[in-house]
């Protein structure tokens, strides 16, 4: 059965943030070599509108997290596929896709920690306050939306939707 979606953000719309977005983030180089590293499978869209934005080099890399819980939430989160480039003495950016409860992004800024890196820094496309749990400062926000399950531009309903190039809310979740 086909969920109903309410378009939320146009493609025009987020080509546009993600330009600025990767304007910021060129501007703000600490100085240390970049990489972005970007959280499987939700952000790949974002990450590679993102990366061809930011106009100083850079390196790329994915982690994947899995969280067993429900469909729409986080529960436990294990880490299934760890970053692979070195980050020692680096400037780390977390690309995410949405923030929720902030859990996932916590956890893995831990894991990146144990590499040494010499700044983090967080960027997501959306940040959803609704439910969050921790208080976290977010770099680079892409939009600011206040509740509702989400879908489109990489993110899914069940791995459904991921490819449709605009935001969706999905109706009656
Ligand atoms: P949290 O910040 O709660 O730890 O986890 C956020 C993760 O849960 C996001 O990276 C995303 O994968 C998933 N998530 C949270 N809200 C939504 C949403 O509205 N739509 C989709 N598709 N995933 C979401
Ligand atoms: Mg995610
Ligand atoms: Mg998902």
């Known amino acids: 059965m086909m969920a109903e979606l309410r378009l939320l953000i146009s493609p025009e719309e987020i080509a546009t943030r993600?330009?600025?977005?990767?304007?910021?983030?060129?501007?703000d180089h600490s100085g240390h070599p970049?990489?972005?590293?970007g959280?499987?499978?939700g952000a790949f869209i974002f990450m590679a509108d993102l990366c061809r934005a930011i106009k100083i080099p850079h390196e790329i890399d994915f982690v994947r997290l899995a969280s067993y819980g429900s469909g729409t939430t986080s529960g436990e989160i294990t880490i299934t596929k760890d970053i692979e480039l070195p980050v020692a003495g680096k400037e780390v950016i977390v690309v995410e896709d949405i923030i929720d409860t902030g859990r996932t992004l916590l956890y893995l800024?831990?894991?990146?920690?144990?590499?040494?890196?010499?700044?983090?820094?967080?960027?997501?496309?959306?940040?959803k306050p609704e439910r969050r749990q921790v208080d976290?400062?977010?770099?680079?926000?892409?939009?600011?939306?206040?509740?509702g399950f989400l879908v489109g531009y990489?993110?899914?309903?069940?791995?459904?939707?991921?490819?449709?190039?605009?935001?969706?809310?999905?109706l009656g979740v």
Do not use: N, Q
């Open 154 to 170: 990489g993110l899914d309903y069940a791995e459904r939707y991921r490819h449709l190039p605009g935001i969706y809310e999905v």
């Open 18 to 27: 993600v330009a600025e977005l990767g304007e910021e983030i060129s501007r």
């Open 34 to 37: 970049l990489v972005l590293v």
């Open 136 to 147: 976290i400062f977010i770099d680079y926000v892409g939009f600011h939306v206040p509740r």
């Open 109 to 127: 800024e831990d894991v990146i920690k144990l590499h040494r890196p010499a700044v983090v820094k967080r960027c997501c496309l959306i940040d």
């Open 39 to 41: 959280i499987l499978k």
